[in-house]
């Protein structure tokens, strides 16, 4: 979808932010804000974790007070909303957990919050459900509203959310990471939407880390770093690596992979003719130590089978590997652990940590030999020590080791799974999509990690379809594609217009 040009003539803004700011004891969390936002358009609203984007949602939906500052909306002045006011005067907030009834239907969500809004006393299922099916009309959605939500798919669950702020007559709808967990295909379903909604007058606010999107859907943009504005305008004016460089206050195209390891240097890891039946076939491939090799792929192309091969999750049937010139057998993880080869998975979410366990635990999978006393017993002095290097090499951003992993950012989060594999030193370590799901600001963070680590000596295999990434870290790119590999870069024809090319034929 592209994002619609602005209208010749200025339209009134529906919602001002004037000089808002925020203070938490001595931390200024805004610093004198201004936003003006359009009917009928999409603006995008960036920055990094800590810039301040969550706490101007908050006082725009009467969660939090500003320090100082006015709100003006249609006009009038308020110098702070309560969340009942902010819902009677139009704005919503579509959060990343949807905050759904999971248990009601499709329609009882869509238009139970209206119904409450209103004071409505009786439940009228026959009124809700032609509440309903007005709104998915009118947004030309086919959604079935006699499902329950918790039957829902992640996209359908998201689609409801927006009807049910339709359904409470929103003027101002803030939409936080909406694409997270969305396919491709899903994504443009969503988008499809929001062109809805905005024909209708209503205003979106698009909260993404993901760059490409927010440039395809949105019209305008303000970018927050620190707490203040450092960037606005057209959004035909910014293309991703002025954003990301607005975000980060750095450059993230500037950032280069270091020289390629000597060509007289062996390969630590040779792949010949590999091949799993039905899934992929004829792969060959080397790595040398200290060397950063991509390979990138469509979803689906068959680079996350192959990884899972090298380390025994799915073992392939055919062909040979061989690690410093001797054949090895791969048939399982422990095979693979034994080797020196680690593999940090693209859901961090599912595969890759303990969430409800503290981020101490989380790292202590990775170095329980380290921390375990002759005896055969914890050494907790041990443990204190390494959880506090891993928080330190890795910029680890928390209070406490004890705090549960699921109070990181994504960003943090994804530290955390890769510290807990540095923490056993591999020799060799595979990354399915290592930035997927992280600000701007993470992910160069996470690059550089990985940077000084192949410096180190260790060889690194990144599984990843974004072009940026590629170029930014890796010496080598192989493509993938219907489960045989299908071209490689090398530089200096290592390029966002090349990768970009090549994921496209």
């Known amino acids: 979808m592209e994002g619609r040009p602005h209208q010749d003539t200025a339209p009134v803004p529906v919602v001002q932010v004037d000089s808002i700011t925020k203070h938490y004891g001595g931390v200024r969390a805004l610093d004198g ?65 949807l905050a759904l009834f999971k248990t009601l239907t499709v329609a009882e969500n869509i238009a139970l919050p209206a119904a409450l809004s209103r004071g409505d006393r009786t439940v009228d299922r026959a009124r809700m459900r032609k509440v309903a099916q007005e709104v998915t009309s009118t947004l030309n959605l086919d959604l079935d509203l006699d499902a329950r939500v918790e039957d829902l798919s992640v996209a359908d669950r998201q689609l409801t959310a927006i009807c049910r702020s339709m359904a409470r007559a929103a003027r101002v709808v803030f939409m936080d990471e909406p694409t997270t967990a969305l396919t491709h295909r899903e994504v443009q379903f969503l988008f499809r939407a929001v062109d809805e909604m905005t024909r209708k007058g209503v205003s979106v606010v698009f909260v993404s880390h993901k760059l490409d999107e927010v440039r395809a859907v949105c019209q305008r943009i303000t970018v927050l770093r620190n707490g203040q504005v450092v960037a606005e305008g057209a959004m035909a004016d910014f293309d991703t690596a002025r954003i990301s460089a607005a975000m980060t206050g750095r450059d993230l195209a500037e950032m280069a992979p270091e020289t390629a390891p000597s060509p007289d240097t062996p390969p630590l890891l040779t792949v010949e003719g590999l091949g799993l039946a039905g899934v992929f076939e004829d792969v060959s491939l080397s790595v040398k130590p200290g060397e ?103 910029s680890i951003k928390t209070p406490s080791a004890a705090e549960p992993v699921s109070s990181l950012s994504g960003g943090n989060q994804q530290r955390v799974v890769i510290a807990r594999w540095l923490a056993r030193s591999p020799r060799l370590l595979i990354l399915n999509s290592p930035t997927v799901g992280v600000d701007v600001g993470s992910k160069a963070g996470i690059l550089d990690i990985l940077r000084e680590r192949a410096k180190e000596g260790m060889a690194v295999v990144i599984i990843s379809d974004d072009p940026t990434d590629l170029v930014a870290i890796c010496q080598r790119v192989l493509f993938v594609r219907h489960g045989r590999l299908a071209g490689e870069l090398v530089p200096p024809d290592i390029t966002v217009e090349s990768i970009t090319k090549e994921l496209a034929a």
């Open 292 to 394: 950063v090799l991509g390979i990138a792929g469509l979803l689906g192309s068959g680079q996350t089978d192959i990884a899972e091969a090298l380390f025994g999750l799915q073992p392939a049937d055919k062909g040979r590997i061989t690690l410093d010139g001797q054949a090895v057998r791969i048939d399982g993880v422990a095979d693979a652990l034994r080797h020196g080869i680690g593999y940090v998975p693209g859901d961090r979410l599912s595969q890759g940590m303990f969430l409800e366990q503290s981020i101490s635990d989380n790292l202590l999978v990775g170095s329980v030999a380290q921390a375990t006393s002759r005896t055969g017993l914890l050494d907790r002095r041990k443990v204190r020590e390494l959880d506090a290097e891993s928080i330190r090499s890795l």
């Open 33 to 97: 804000v201004s936003l003006n936002l359009l009917p009928g358009e999409v603006h995008c609203l960036a920055g990094e974790n800590g810039s301040g984007k969550s706490t101007l949602i908050k006082i725009m939906s009467g969660v939090e007070r500003p320090t100082s500052g006015v709100i003006r909306i249609s006009g009038r002045e308020h110098p702070h909303l309560t969340p009942r006011e902010a819902v009677g005067q139009g704005i919503d907030v579509i959060f990343q957990d």
